[in-house]
């Protein structure tokens, strides 16, 4: 790494240079053992504009124009050696392309740059991303970002960093001090590091001779698996919780319009579909506009309205003649979901389409190195537990709700004090379908979006609501996260192919048990 | 009981009109050649499939507008096998013996193709399949313009191995669990370990068909990546791809630390995908919507008028890839063939075949081996762009010819290049 | 059969329609194919032949699947499972049969060689043996279905509960068969027959004798089926299906007729599937999926359930529109298809048997 010890040259030089046109066309035309050259030589020139132009490679600014080098910002752009603007902007641009590898030097190279920043985030920033990148000719610099880094969180990272690099050179005293920091590392890449300190070579003896590093080296390794143990386990709990969420969120308005009404609508998986598509038209009404990242609070209602429309339309004309055949609701359905997906096919076409995440749902959560928790999830965990709230208050604490389950549980009684029991059906099935719709809206954003979306939900969400027990909202949750917990630990264990048949089977065999579900509605009639 | 009279009736009527349809083709001797188009336009395989069925048909019209093949129009048989396979096999029987279509284009998924095979075989058809597959096959009634392993997924290791690919030592073989992932991991293994590779440092992982919980496995690639240079390779199916990529993108996992290459994912994969978290990821194929050469040029913007004209959706972004380059250039291929054998006959058709030339929109002028029923095809790695295009940063020589039996695969050696029924002329 | 249960087998005008349908599967349908020359407008062309061969498949699927539904009251969503495993039980015969014509010219089937497996698993066991697989077609659905209706009908699983645990069965098996460590040739199944019985399969006579057989199959399936259910036995099945409470408190023990009625459709699918195969050529894990079995569910209600004829009449008509659309309308036909479905549900609750028997 070159580029790292002219960076250290460059912290120590002055005053600044035109950049060199050679090697910016370098940056600009070159190969990619060129372009890394230029990335060094660039550092080495000192000059903030040079700076400037490995920022604007890093965010993919630079573009060339037949023998031009441009930094190209929006409609303007400046020649990059001389900094001079180009007007008119040239037709004819092509993109620098970088690969990975100068993708990398130069992420490295950036980092070194960032660590003097004044701006704690940035410093932070850097100092992690040298955690993964560490080379033993960046350890003059690390040093002397260290003698004056006040910040504690930064400090711990760069320490980290600089015990990674003297663990193979210094003295005995300095190595065993940098073992005893890996012990408080949370980088599962440590512990590659401290296990081939313990490594028993060929011949028998170890590879590392002196036995007391080996012995904080083992010291270090306990407390780091353990340490990575915990993150593991919190990963695994996250993750079932996530799965939990969303089963949960596929299964909530399955639960009111087969658990309650005891309509197998096969369409369910439709209706999620419908609230996905109708998520991507609202998204593409705000992609023109500055309020982009909140065209989900948009598309929230609109997606609950519309599945809700469908859902009540299908009600009125399909289903209301069908009450007293639940069996045969099935097969309507079925041609209902057929239409709904040809539809879908016809106006959108049968490729995905593309839903964006809002900026502020996008990357997650660091919870220890390795261990992410992405927004989109932690947002559909809340999301699930919010539309579940709703629902129970929309359940208990309204009169919409009161009828439903007047309804659900009697509907002749219900019917002769005065319940309007057709309207109820309808509103019912609306608010079903509505919340199908809302579990489209959060699908849209970790899966795709097409128009066989439905399909792949539509036998989970039968299994969640029997699992739990028709007609019971809490069996609901309670199947659907243990759905959730159940297929990650053994998916952990045995892959995701057999964790997934090892819980059907399980179902099978519980239904056996509980033949109606976990929570069972408790009744004089022996059938249900 | 007037019903089983009823049911008498029907029964007769059907039996007629069973006969008159089996024999309407009889008559139906007009001055076009017929050619199948063997496309799933519902079902899972949707997708993927349906934009290969409206390439085909531009193909055809194009061919038309320049006078047709022979002094002959062609005329698209268009039936829909519904992702469903023996329903290809029932559709493929049917444009073979009702439709007597000249040729089919069609098939994407590797069982498919095996279900139409044997009807194919029996009625001596002929197929054009524009699939990247797993190879080890060969079918003298089958053109394979899509890639073999050795022209695609190999590559792409080599790269990723090269020090301007990064380098990697640690291999994740991540995939759907099915024929293709299997067989192509399996190669790439066999590969891996003559390049010196232990078994310990190849991790291979499958899901199940429209597997959409990528979680525990991002979280376990990051694990495996802690113990050195680690690349992936996906051959993540359909519609997997989606919720796969979402979640790479927000676990962080970043192609300048563990690079993802992909074998199944291409500009229309990736639709449906924000790209910004994804820039860096691979692909591996032989042609790039994004290659700039003036075939590609005018042919991007052939398809761009054309799906406008139809109103094809997506005609807003129109776009191209590979899958759709290989039916392109087979179409074109079969033409020619046909032009240079005179007649549409199908063994005359195959020895035309051996040879044949397309300037391809790949840049290269793609040939049809001499005996293997596969195409020499260049082989590019891209880069995945913000803009959801690849950028090409490494690519082969020059064409490469296909190798459908691996060289990887024990027994193979003893395999010839050439279908059955044909003489083997040595170079 | 409005008005009561018949006792007898078939009246006259029913034997009629029989020996008809015989004279036209066993006489009319070779003649035309095997017979009449392949220019003349009365040949009737191989694709018919698998086509109409297929439906019938179908048919006799139809025809258990409505004793279990349409008599029993059990809705099965999982039929196709029993289907498949009846078709892979076949199916491994006619691996066998390939002899070494494989891509890979060795006698184990292409897929173990490419797997590397140097001796058949122990599922394939004499699995050369004609009979044994023939035996396996019947044993191994009516087992599987066996134990599978034991516990469930012991602890009274039913309705939807026992409709969707049927269904997590087939889904289930379906993700086992996809791996190819299950040993079936995972997702691409098994396909590319060359033989049956040493005889070639490609051939318009073996195609001829296998349509001739699922004809004869379906015949005796539905004569089966009549004789069950105007029998003692079928009266009380249809009593459980209407109260089952009630015939429980008569003494009558409904799990032992439940599980009689549910194995024996089981094995029925089973031999379907048996036939379908070396028909269609291939066998993959998609059947077992769960929109299959949904489909067979609707072929029994599109024809009318609890009457005999009515599967017969929807698995020919849904299939038949099924070929027929995705050929005429590939865009739009599954509008078409989804129509069908809802009208018919909405105006002919009773099937197109139903609509039949009140136009009198």
Sequence with gaps: ???????????????????????????????????????????????????????????????????????????????????????????????????????????????????????????????????????????????????????????????????????????????????????????????????????????????????????????????????????????????????????????????????????????????????????????????????????????????????????MALERLVIRWLYGRPLETLLATWGISLMLIQTVRTIFGAQNVQVENPAFMSGGMELLTGVVMPWSRIVIICFAGAVLVGMWLLLTKTRLGLFVRAVTQNRPMASCVGVPTARVDTWAFGLGSGIAGLAGCALSQIGNVGPDLGQSYIVDSFMVVVLGGVGQLAGTVYAALGLGFANKLLEAWQGAVLAKIAVLVFIIFFIQKRPQGMFALRGRALDA | MKRRMFVKQLALSAAVAAIGLGSTALYAQAKTIKVGVLHSLSGTMAISETVLKDVTLMAIEEINAKGGVLGMKLEPVVVDPASNWPLFAEKARQLLTQDKVAVTFGCWTSVSRKSVLPVFEELNGLLFYPVQYEGEELSKNVFYTGAAPNQQAIPAVEYLMSKEGGAAKRWVLLGTDYVYPRTTNKILRAFLKSKGVADKDIDEKYTPFGHSDYQTIVADVKKFAAGGKTAVVSTINGDSNVPFYKELGNQGLKATDVPVVAFSVGEEELRGVDTKPLVGHLAAWNYFMSQKNPTNDAWKKQWAAYAKKMKLAGADKPLTNDPMEAAWIGIHMWKQAVEKAKTTDVDKVIAAMAGQTFKAPSGITSKMDEKNHHLHKAVYIGEVQANGQFNVVWQTKGPVKAEPWSPFIAGNDKKKGEPDGKTIITK | MTGGISRRLYGPRGWAILALFCVAVFGVMPVLNLAVPADSPFHVSAYWVTLLGKIMCYAIVAVAMDLVWGYAGILSLGHGLFFALGGYSFGMYLMRQIGSDGQYRQPMPDFMVFLDWKEFPWQWWNSDSFWWCAMLVIVVPGLLAYVFGYFAFRSRVKGVYLSIITQALTFAAMLLFFRNATGFGGNNGFTDFRRILDIPIATPQTRMALFAITGATLIGTLLLARWLTTSRFGRVLAAIRDAEQRVMFCGYDTVHYKLFVWTLSAVICGVAGALYVPQVGIINPGEMSPANSIEIAIWVAVGGRGTLIGPLIGAGLVNGAKSYFTQAFPEYWLFALGLIFILVTLFLPQGVMGFLGKKK
């Design chain 1, 1 to 311: 790494m070159r580029i790292l010890l002219t960076i250290s040259l460059w912290l120590f030089a002055s005053g600044a240079f035109a950049l060199d046109a050679a090697t910016v066309n370098k940056l600009g035309f070159g190969d990619g053992d060129e372009k890394i050259a230029a990335i060094a030589a660039l550092v080495a020139e000192g000059d903030p504009a040079a700076a400037a132009l490995l920022q604007a490679a890093t965010d993919g600014e630079l573009q060339t124009a037949g023998k031009l080098v441009l930094i190209v910002k929006g409609e303007e752009a400046v020649n990059a050696a001389t900094g001079a603007k180009v007007t008119p902007l040239p037709e004819e641009r092509e993109d620098v392309i970088l690969n990975n590898r100068v993708r990398r030097e130069l992420g490295g190279a950036m980092a070194a740059l960032k660590l003097i920043s004044p701006d704690r985030a940035t410093r932070l920033a850097a100092a992690k991303e040298l955690t993964g990148n560490a080379d033993q000719a960046m350890l003059p610099l690390i040093k002397k970002a260290l003698a004056s880094e006040t910040d504690a969180g930064v400090k711990q990272l760069l320490e980290l960093t600089q015990a990674t690099l003297e663990l193979k050179t210094g003295t005995k005293e300095s190595r065993i001090a940098a073992v005893r920091t890996l012990g408080l590392s949370t980088n599962p890449n440590t512990k590659m590091l401290l296990l081939g300190i313990l490594e028993k070579s060929k011949e028998g003896g170890y590879a590392e001779p002196d036995e007391d590093i080996r012995i904080e080296a083992q010291k270090s390794l306990k407390a780091l698996e353990g340490r990575l143990a915990w993150g593991e386990r919190a990963g695994v709990l996250f993750t079932s919780v996530s799965l939990g969420s969303i089963l949960l969120l596929a299964a909530l308005g399955l639960a009111i319009t087969y658990g309650l009404m005891g309509v197998i609508n096969m369409a369910h998986g439709e209706l999620i579909m419908v609230g996905a598509y109708t998520t991507y038209v609202v998204q593409n009404l705000f992609k023109r506009t500055d309020f982009f990242d909140w065209y989900l609070l948009a598309a929230v209602p609109a997606s609950f309205i519309a599945a809700a429309a469908v859902g």
